[in-house]
């Protein structure tokens, strides 16, 4: 029985939809009243209860696990060699040293909290898909179903980046005899699921603009991405260029970006408020020196340096004390009443993939290449790229990734896609680029197996 307790990836029952968060979901999009205390069976019953439903797999992004907070940022974070720990729970400094174990305490909270999203998706697409047509639009139909199956390929890939081999669950769980037999799929294979959902969402989905919950135009911002990651070169500058001419985005300045919500910069970011608050300040920004991790002094001195940095000096704070050195703390997400935004997709990772794909692509264009990277290095007042060389443009699009996206959880992921985690970080056991699988998870289901040498 405990092994089943544990074994929690699963075993959320319908109501985890409902009672636990979605109060603050409500608030966050629509003024809706959600259904409390909904039996398993009857939780989406109606147009209503599929909104409520909805909203809240979109809280199960913003979980302090997940995109939220200290979970899968600080992984992430922490393991690209950027970051000191400072708290005083050991587990997240094993990122830092790369000696994780599946036993680590941050790693079972991330991949729990990201397979409750997995479930929370799949009640949306499973119920709401078969409903009577009398007690949903067909408008409703689509539109939610489109935005549960796109947050699902989110959840699939941000697990597959960082595990490689996970399990593929797309029908509703309540308990472990819901997924008895089914095996783990490796990392390509989830992301041809992973696309399958995004062509679903895409086919669904109306190409409006809102840059707080997903439409088409999300959905192609994503697609640039995982097409990136899988080495498909001319579908991810063919869909990042469909976000770049769209004129709903621009690259703003960073003081416009970093102190508003919801600028011509951003494609998608989750919302919060002052009654429902990220985690992000109280874990990287605080003050009191509280924090569990932080900027190093390297980051700090790329950001501030003007040939690296320029603009983006506004990211991280020095306030080092004589009693108290190295102590920085990031500003991205720096208001005291958690109510920043969390950036999901935003215009400058498009122009920066379009490059890559540009460069990489069987026939280069490397002047396109040239162009697209010095129109973030533009943004952020740095001096044009003269580079004409495949080589020194890659390097210098890896360079800029850093420090475009010092504080987003992209360079240790862009490293491992990369193959360059050896050279750049040192840590050329290729095992620990991939995370071990919670270890309560393996001993509880027979059919999980660990990844190599964990």
Not at 169 to 195: C, E, F, H, R, W
Not at 236 to 242: D, L, M, V
Not at 355 to 371: C, F, I, N, S, Y
Request: aromatic share 12%.
């Amino acid at each position: 029985m405990q092994n089943k307790f544990l074994y929690r990836i699963f075993f959320f029952a319908l109501s985890l939809i409902t009672t636990l968060s979605l109060g603050s979901c409500k608030k966050y999009f629509l003024d809706v009243q959600p259904t409390q205390s909904i039996s398993d069976q009857a939780v989406i019953v109606d147009s209503s209860t599929s909104l409520s439903a909805l909203l809240g797999v979109y809280d199960g992004l913003q979980s302090s696990n997940y995109y939220g907070g200290d979970g899968y940022a600080a992984a992430a974070f922490l393991s690209a060699g950027d970051g000191l720990w400072v708290g005083t729970l050991n587990y997240y400094n094993t990122f830092i040293t790369h000696t994780y174990r599946a036993d680590n305490t941050l790693l079972n909270n991330v991949w729990d909290d990201i397979y409750k999203t997995v479930n929370r998706a799949n009640q949306v697409i499973d119920k709401v898909s078969g409903l009577d047509p009398k007690l949903i639009s067909s408008t409703a139909r689509n539109q939610y179903v489109g935005e549960a199956s796109f947050i699902r390929a989110l959840a699939f890939f941000d697990l597959a980046r960082a595990w490689g081999n996970i399990t593929i669950v797309t029908k509703p769980t309540s308990s472990a005899a819901d997924v008895k037999g089914i095996k783990q799929s490796n990392q390509q294979q989830v992301y041809t699921q992973v696309l399958a959902d995004l062509g679903k969402a895409d086919s669904l989905l109306t190409n409006t603009l809102n840059r707080n919950r997903v439409t088409k135009k999300t959905v192609a911002a994503f697609l640039a991405r995982v097409h990136l990651y899988r080495g498909e070169w001319e579908q991810a500058e063919t869909y990042a260029t469909r976000i770049i001419q769209d004129p709903s985005y621009q690259l703003i300045d960073w003081t416009t970006f970093i102190n508003n919500k919801a600028t011509q910069e951003s494609i998608f970011e989750l919302q919060f408020t002052t009654s429902d608050p990220s985690a992000h300040y109280g874990s990287w920004s605080s003050v009191s020196y509280r924090n569990q991790y932080c900027p190093s002094p390297v980051l700090y001195n790329l950001e501030q340096d003007p040939a690296t940095g320029g603009d983006r000096k506004l990211l991280i704070k020095n306030i080092s004390t004589p009693a108290i050195t190295n102590y920085f703390v990031q500003q991205l997400y720096w208001r005291t009443n958690g109510d920043n935004p969390t950036y999901i997709f935003r215009l400058a990772e498009q122009y920066l993939i379009r490059a890559e794909a540009r460069v990489k692509k069987a026939t280069p264009d490397l002047p396109g290449a040239l162009a697209d990277l010095n129109a973030v290095r533009v943004r952020a007042r740095l001096s044009p790229a003269t580079f004409t060389q495949a080589v020194d443009i890659i390097q210098a699009i890896e360079d800029e990734r850093r420090a475009e996206f010092a504080l987003e959880p992209h360079r240790w992921f862009d490293l491992v896609r990369t193959g360059r985690v050896g050279a750049v970080l040192g840590v050329t056991d290729q095992t620990k680029w991939i995370f071990p699988i919670p270890f309560n998870d393996i001993q509880a289901n027979p059919d999980l197996v660990q990844n190599p040498l964990y």
